[in-house]
């Protein structure tokens, strides 16, 4: 069964401070993962995605680590801010797969 | 440049009635997809079409759930004799090219009383 395994379910970090989330993938057919934010009432909006022919991306205070071998990819959000507080999904697409296939999502708190 | 619409954005139904989401996907973009999403998880593909056409169904249950994708209009999910399990949010995301990148829309939130 696909599956991506995101941790950790919660994180409550400083402003000012590093937000890491992580995911893990089985499926090595996987070739495109994005990361979604989720404000409550709202629908999930695209963050920043990345191939697996890259090991980092970075746009503004958001990066996506990838590590092809480990079959595992991170979003880190640099000088985090209270307003980063969200649900942050990760998720995986490829392999004839039509859909999305999401993580359980991580609830982040910046604290002022 | 408007986004993913969907309406309505809250919808209640009793057990046995029938409810109906309607999405419009960004312009230009011809895939749409549907979602669910059950409270502290993460989304679920249903369903992927094209316009008339369904090209992936493999997330819908078997009975009750069907889309469709008109040539005119927007996509619509239906759900037939709703039960209290049916309650979430369902999600529209559409997408320019079919391959990766997917927008979403704000949702319809179904309550099954």
């Known amino acids: 069964q696909q599956q991506v395994k995101q941790s950790p379910q919660s994180l409550i970090v400083q402003k000012g401070g590093i937000s890491i989330i992580n995911c893990a993938y089985e499926n090595t057919a996987f070739d495109y993962f994005p990361w979604y934010q989720q404000f409550p009432g709202k629908g999930p909006a695209l963050l920043i995605a990345?191939?697996?022919?890259?090991s980092e991306k970075k746009e503004g205070r958001f990066t996506i680590s990838f590590n092809k071998s480990a079959k595992q990819f991170s979003l880190h959000i640099m000088d985090s801010q209270p307003g980063d507080s969200a649900t942050y999904f990760c998720a995986a697409i490829g392999g004839g797969a039509d859909g999305l296939t999401f993580g359980k999502g991580t609830h982040l708190i910046i604290q002022p | 440049n408007a986004g993913v619409m969907q309406n309505p954005r809250h919808l209640v139904r009793r057990r046995g009635q029938e409810a109906r989401l309607r999405c419009s996907p960004m312009k230009g973009h011809s895939h749409v997809y549907w979602y669910r999403q059950l409270p502290e998880e993460g989304l679920k593909f249903m369903v992927y079409?094209?316009?008339?056409?369904?090209?992936?169904e493999s997330g819908m249950p078997k009975e009750r759930f069907s889309a469709e994708f008109p040539k005119e209009g927007p996509s619509i999910l239906r759900i037939q004799q709703v039960v209290r399990g049916d309650s979430a949010a369902y999600f529209c995301?559409?997408?320019?090219?079919?391959?990766?990148?997917?927008?979403f829309g704000p949702g319809t939130r179904l309550t099954v009383l």
């Open positions: 079409l094209q316009k008339e056409n369904i090209i992936d």
């Open positions: 990345i191939r697996p022919d890259v």
């Open positions: 995301a559409s997408s320019p090219l079919g391959q990766g990148e997917q927008f």
